[in-house]
């Protein structure tokens, strides 16, 4: 397994990998109480996103705050890593209007719910900050179904084309939906998929942070570079549902005890705490520091106004 060696290659101090296996332990307590919130009928449905954590804190940690992220539903949190409020997300899938952050103050676009259809987003805002001069990195977060979806194709298309500063990170969970990945596509993987458009494709073991980490930055460092877009193929598990209307009956729970022994969060814990960087104190104070946050935030939630109605209105029409 590649682990801090390949971190601090890239210059990352102890300090960073503390705050590598805090953003993972936030976005998983984020997850867990989700599922809880919506068993209360306090959220509507949800996507769960548990096992994903070492994906979205690695490969996220390797960009900059000039960098965007363009989210699809299941990366629903992880404005998180950039500070935003964990009430603004608990409201979004609330429907309440707070929920609906303005991209620009954080470089995070709006949560994509139709498959694919931010990939052109991402790789247009690349070619404008390129035409703009500014040496911006997009990265748009998908999962492996979105490979087989038109948008998918047009977005990469264009990025490999025109050599677009373009991070395409498909998170590999092997079901779209219940449908496995083998049932969907004839190549082995879905890096594969990268030669067709002219463009390096690179697998990496989506549950171990460091190794996700070392190849997305140098797909970073590639693309500021100029050298353009890179697929990105992250395999890892979705121990649940794929959403909590899903019964999960098309996979065995072999299958799913099988990967519940590769946790990236304890995976992670157990190698930087070999290190001697990571003490049980340490582990308990980001445990109840991402406790905290999630019921502080609760509570700011639940204590917002109920919404106006004459705001369905707003931003649709033009005013005069």
């Not at 996700?212 to 979705?238: K, N």
């Not at 999960?248 to 022994?261: G, K, Q």
């Not at 946050?293 to 005069?320: G, H, K």
């Amino acid at each position: 397994m590649a682990s801090t060696e390949a971190l601090v290659t890239h210059g990352l101090t102890e300090s960073d990998l503390l705050e590598l296996y805090r953003r993972m332990v936030l976005l998983r307590t984020y997850d867990e109480r989700s599922v809880v919130y919506h068993r209360q009928g306090r959220i509507g449905t949800y996507a769960i996103f548990w096992n994903h954590e070492a994906i979205q804190a690695g490969a996220t940690f390797a960009l900059t705050d000039d960098d965007w992220i363009f989210p699809s539903y299941r990366e629903s949190a992880i404005g998180l890593v950039r500070g935003m409020p964990v009430e603004t997300v608990l409201q979004w899938w609330r429907g309440h209007p707070s929920g609906w952050w303005n991209p620009a103050d954080w470089n995070v676009a709006s949560i994509a719910v139709p498959i694919a259809t931010h990939v052109p987003h991402a790789a247009g805002l690349a070619w404008g900050k390129r035409l703009r001069g500014e040496p911006t990195v997009a990265m748009a977060f998908f999962g492996d179904g979105a490979t087989s979806e038109g948008a998918f194709h047009e977005g990469v298309n264009l990025a490999a084309i025109w050599d677009l500063p373009v991070i395409f990170l498909c998170e590999n969970n092997k079901y779209g939906m219940s449908f496995s990945t083998e049932k969907s596509m004839a190549v082995d993987t879905i890096a594969e998929r990268a030669s067709a458009y002219g463009i390096p494709g690179v697998g990496v073991d989506g549950n171990d942070v460091a190794a996700v980490y070392d190849v997305v930055h140098a797909a970073v460092e590639r693309a500021r570079a100029g050298d353009g877009p890179t697929l990105v193929e992250s395999l890892t598990y979705r121990h649940k549902g794929h959403s909590k209307s899903d019964k999960n009956l098309y996979r065995t729970r072999e299958e799913i005890s099988e990967w519940r022994d590769k946790d990236p969060i304890l995976q992670f814990e157990g190698v930087v705490r070999d290190r001697g960087l990571l003490s049980d104190e340490e582990i308990q104070a980001a445990r109840t520091e991402a406790m905290e946050s999630i019921r502080n935030a609760v509570r700011t939630a639940n204590a917002a106004p109920d919404a106006d109605p004459s705001d369905l209105l707003d931003a649709v029409f033009a005013q005069a």
